[in-house]
């Protein structure tokens, strides 16, 4: 009766082995976004909001940056001794990949909101139904924790208002899942699910520009 099981649990292990392998420290990441599903209802929580951008809305980016305190790294690997008390091993680097490319094709997925985005300047800054943002990556970073990998991405946003005003956000995002083979591909996707959410703050913010109404005020420490 549980044979079929174990081979899918084999399969799946093969299958993640063969897309995701052990990363070294002289590899650095493979930095390509690929956007999260939509957050679903789960029993017994609040629901879910939707977001969309109104009708017609423009999200212009004219400077995408990476400014990162440090931008050759990515995050730690921490590995553990194979006993039941498990103490730390080593602690192994990750390098980081194209850092700058990867927030670029994350800010170009707002699209899937309902945004008009464009990678550059507004014609005219004036305009309605726009809102328009210098980007910088502040933080991209993603650790192994026990069983699991944690990232944590932190995205600053620095809004165009009317009359010449600037107003700057910053937008921080989470990600976690189970670490199967401390592999390149799983890194890869707890830090991508750290800048959807970073991400998704974002959008709601440049949604409510585009309205018209005003950005909500910043949290505390920014």
Same mark, same amino acid.
């Given at each position: ?26 590899? &650095? ?32 980016? &004219? ?113 976690t899942r189970a670490n199967w083979a401390s592999g390149n591909g799983e ?26 109404? &005003?950005? &909500? ?6």
């Amino acid at each position: 009766m549980k044979k079929p099981c174990l081979h899918a649990a084999l399969f799946a292990l093969c299958a993640l082995s063969g897309s995701s392998h052990a990363l070294t420290e002289g590899e &650095p990441l493979d930095m390509v976004y690929e956007q999260a599903p939509e957050p679903a209802q789960r029993p017994n929580s609040p629901p879910v909001e939707s977001l969309r951008a109104p009708q017609g809305c423009t999200l212009y980016l &004219p400077m995408i940056e990476d400014a990162r305190s440090s931008q050759v790294h990515a995050g730690h690997l921490t590995l553990m001794m194979p006993t039941v008390h498990a103490t730390p091993r080593s602690v192994q680097s990750l390098r980081s990949g194209d850092a700058g490319a990867w927030t670029r094709a994350a800010l170009l997925s707002t699209r899937r909101y309902g945004f008009r985005t464009i990678a550059g300047a507004p014609a005219s800054p004036a305009a309605a139904r726009q809102a328009t943002a210098v980007v910088a990556l502040r933080l991209a970073h993603a650790w192994s924790a026990g069983l699991n990998l944690v990232s944590h991405v932190v995205l600053k946003a620095s809004y165009s208002l009317p009359g010449g005003e600037v107003a700057t956000r910053l937008y921080h995002g989470m990600g976690t899942r189970a670490n199967w083979a401390s592999g390149n591909g799983e890194f890869m996707s707890v830090l991508n699910l750290g800048m959807e959410e970073a991400v998704r703050g974002m959008a709601a913010d440049a949604a409510a520009l585009c309205e018209g109404r &005003p950005l &909500p005020a910043p949290a505390a420490g920014q």
